[in-house]
Structure formats: structure tokens, C-alpha cells
């Protein structure tokens, strides 16, 4: 039954069969049925199946019970299904006239008919429900010494509907409507959609930009939207809520009251105070004439960097040689990795080729490269070169069907000149080790736009990077047990300034899906006819980890 009605209504008719409906569960389940003739029309079948399954429980002599089943059968269908259709649509009454309490042989079979078919709804009922894909709602953007209630959550982890309880610690949380929730302490928020949320309980600071406007955060009491604005809310153990706006202006309203009758718009520095969901006015709280509310950003600012993560595997190509191949193995500075740089076709003696003392220029704000690049020539004499890129085996495979995110950045550089008029591009794919197609990665295509690589299709940009420009990569993969797989790719060139924490708005968004594969290595290559270079390349846990800011050098 439950697969078929929602979870009103489920609930509802559960209290009616139980004999526990209230007045006002009458009135909804009145409501329910008029508003959905399929939901009525399946609710009467569900009758006669209950009334048949109570029946076929009772101990009774043969007789009695063949022939109380019969005219319960007629009756109390009939009645119900004329009550349920008198709510839809006026109907003329039938008359079903009554069998006559003879037994025949066909009695008895029906009777054993019955029991066969409780059999089988005994089974129907026991077997296991198909599991429905949990939908991303929202991303874990920062995590500052939390501790989570029977829950692993890491920093960058796309967020699911349902409760998120934190125990200790700040966590800000962006959602893909725009607007961003900072937890303080312990909080109970259940998320319900991209742009709607419930405090249960605790303290939370919400920011929502104008293109965020809109952002609903309920409470036990209350419901708050916010019009563009920064605001507090806090709610205590018996439900009650404060809430406090830092700046613009939200509308609130108690949760059971109409809301013509209730609720107002508070503005910057206002605040109000709400005991139960039928209060309609609330109790006006006061500022505090010295002690102003921190706004998010002051707080984020305020906030200890234990969030910056791991580091897992570093090369900034310190290497003193020009040139090399495969079979020396000598291109195996930087840490975290399980071997040397290597052409996967060695047989071609293709080089491996660099650039010792010459870096490519981070944007402003972040560690500055050293000690060399890595070059990839053009090789118009070899032109079957796609498969021949330089590769890798990193030191911590990542798992695509468990729960986790990477993050992976590196500088680029494309040349000004080329050698052919075509392969132009640039690819760097993460490549399973035990799914021979599951890969993702991101690129620039031939006319210089960046796109991101999957099986499940590719994302394309239509902003195309300059030739001899340093530009930052910064690639996210997220692995999910019960959720779609996703990569993201952000570009920075050298004048942007870096996000601190990962960006609300990336340069490309990848398709998801549900991969199966371990990724062990990284390839890297370009299109025959243009050259490019490569620089500090990282893979770390957090966004951090892969943006290392000047500032915390020491």
C-alpha cells in the first residue's frame, strides 16, 4: 500500500484501519479522497483486502464463515466504495441484492482461495522495497573540528535529503539554490530540497544572495524566507525560535497560523522571539547596544584552518634532466606516488620531456611554483600519439563506489605556435585499474574551450583560454555509495583571485553517474600538432590541500 499512496495518505488510512482516526484525521482523509479519484478508487479495493485478511484470521466454523464472508464481502464494499464515489461525483445508487446462505462446493473453494491469497500478500509485504536514489542537495564546503552523529562527512561530500546532526564544531553548508548555512555546535537540520531546510534544533547563520532569494528554513514553530539577506535562528530543545537579521530583510510567519493573519518582515538589526507554531505576532527581541551579530564572513574569518585537509601526491617537476624515458625511471621526484613518470607505448621511445628552472605562474594569492614544468612536445613525425601519454600511478587509488572526494589541480600553459592545423588539445584523465571504462578527466579542446570527460558524456565551455597564459585546474571528483559519482572543474587564469573555500559557481559541472572502478593513475597528453606544458600538479583530500595560499606558507 505503501508504494502506491504517498505518505499522507499512508498514514492517514493506517489510523483508519487501527480504529485510531481523530476528527481531525477525518477531515483530511475526507480531503484526500476528493482530491484524487485514483487514491479513492484503490483506497476501496485496500477495504476489501483488509476486510478479507481480518477475516481469514478468524477462527469460525466453515459455514459461518463462508457465508459472513459473503455478506460482509457485498456489504461493507459496496458501502464504502458509494461513500468514496458519493465524494468524487454524484452517483446513483445500486442495489446489490444478497446471495442466499447456501453452501456449495465453490464455498469452500473460495475460502481456500482466500488463504492462498493472504499467502501471498504475506509475501508481497515482506519482500524488500527497491531502493530510491538519494538526491544531492547541497555540498559540505567547510568542516572546522566537527564531529558527526552516526554519520562519516568529509569536506567537498555533495549532501543527500534527510537529517544532517552535528555534535561539535562549525560546518558551512551550500546549497545548490544559492544559499549557505553556517552550523555552530550541536544542530539538528533536516535537508528537505536544493532551496528549503529545517532547523530542528541548534544555531545556524544563513546567507542567501539575491539570485539565493527565496531560501525557506523552517522550525517547530516557524517558517523564515529569506529575501536576500544574512540572518541568525536559533531554536532550543523546546522548539522555541529566535531569529536575528544581520542584514537585508526576511519575511516569517508561525508555522500553524494563516498566514495572512501572521507574521511580518524583519530588517537589518530587528529580531523576534517565537514559543509556539500559533503564534502569530511573537515577542520583539532587542539588539544589543555594544555587541553587534558577526556576520558569516566574519565568523568563516575567525574560524581555525584545521579544514585544509591532506596533501596526497605532489610533482612540481624539480628534475635536473631535459630528457628521459620510460625505462630509466629517473622522472620519479615529488611524494605519494607509487612510481616513475612513464609513456604507456615504451616500445615508440617516445621522450619524456622538461623543462628544469622554468615554472609556470600561479594566480595571485598562492604558493608560487618551483623548481621546473613538465613539456609536452609536439609530434607531427608520431602522429598516433592519443594513447601514448605520460602516466602515473598515484599512492591512494581512489575507490568510485564508496563514499569519498578528491580534489586534483596543476597549471597549464598552451603555446602560441603549432605544427598542424588541428590536434590542438589537451586531456588529464584519472584511469581505472579494474574498469577498463572508468575514467574521467578534463581538457581543452582544439579551439581552446575547457570540457570534462566521462562515459556518461562530456561537459563543454564555450570560453575559450589564451595561448601562452598560466592557467590553474582545479578538478573535483565525488564517489558515492548510494549516490551518483560527479566531477567539477574550475579555471582560473593568472590575474583571478583564488576562491578560499571551493567556488558556488564552477567553470563546468560533469554528468553524473554510477561508476564501479578503482582510479589508480593519472594521463597525461596533447593533440600532435600543439605543445603544452604542466606544472605543479596536486591531489589532496580538500579543497585547500590542492590551493595552497601564500599566506599559510609557515
Known sequence: MNRVMNEEFSTLWQAFIDGDLTPTQAVELERCLQDDSQIAAL??????????????????????FTHATLTRMTTSGCDFSRKVQSRLTPVTAVVVPLPQPRLWWSHYAFAASLAAMFAALVMWWSSPV???PLRPVATLVLADHCTWDGQLIV????????LLRLQTGHALVRFDGGAEILLTGRVDLTMDSAGAATLNFGHVTVRASEEAAGFILRTPVSEVTD???????AVNKSGATDITVIEGAVAWRGLRTNTADSGTILYQGEGVRLRTATDATGERLTPSPTTATP???????????????????????????AKSISRNQDAAGGTGWRGPWYRNQPTNELPLDFNPGLNLQMPVGLLPAHGGRMELPTEISKPDTYRDAYMRLFAEPIELASNGVRYLSLLVQRSATHDGPTHHWFRCMLVSETVSNDRVGFGIMSNGCPHL??????SNSNNPIHNTESYLCVFKVVCGRNSPDQTFLKIYAQQDQVDRHEPANWTLVGQPGNYNGVLGSIHINNGTDRAWSVDELRIGTTWSSVTPRLELKN
Open 43 to 64: 483506497a476501496a479495493e485496500y477495504y476489501v483486502e483488509h476486510r478479507l485478511l481480518s477475516l481469514a484470521l478468524c477462527a469460525e466454523k466453515p459455514e459461518r
Open 130 to 132: 527497491p531502493s530510491v
Open 155 to 162: 569536506t567537498g561530500q555533495r549532501l543527500t535529503t534527510g
Open 227 to 233: 529575501l536576500g539577506t544574512e540572518f541568525t535562528l
Open 295 to 321: 556576520t558569516l564572513a566574519m565568523q568563516l574569518h575567525k574560524l581555525s584552518l584545521s579544514d585544509l585537509g591532506r596533501l596526497i601526491s605532489y610533482d612540481g617537476f624539480e628534475y635536473a634532466f
Open 453 to 458: 570527460l566521462s562515459r556518461f558524456g562530456n
